[in-house]
């Protein structure tokens, strides 16, 4: 089962947890100040790519 879900357009992309493991990581890598729509987190794709590796480098399986 993957830990966080991707989706997006070519804009801005959509990280929503999955897991508790997702949402852990998000919660202590992210800042408050980071915009949240309906239990994803709001990220402009030019950041998603280093996002996804450092993510991926923690072990969380993602579904892009």
């Known amino acids: ?4 879900e991707i989706r997006g357009d070519r804009e801005i992309c959509l990280i ?3 897991t508790d493991a997702g949402r852990a990581w998000l919660a202590n ?3 408050s100040a980071w ?3 309906s239990g994803s987190l709001a990220v402009d794709l030019r950041y998603v790519a280093p996002i ?3 993510m991926i480098a923690d072990g969380l399986q993602i579904d892009i």
């Open 1 to 4: 089962m993957s830990d966080v």
């Open 16 to 18: 929503r947890p999955l």
């Open 29 to 31: 890598n992210t800042s």
């Open 35 to 37: 915009k949240w729509i």
């Open 52 to 54: 996804v590796d450092c």
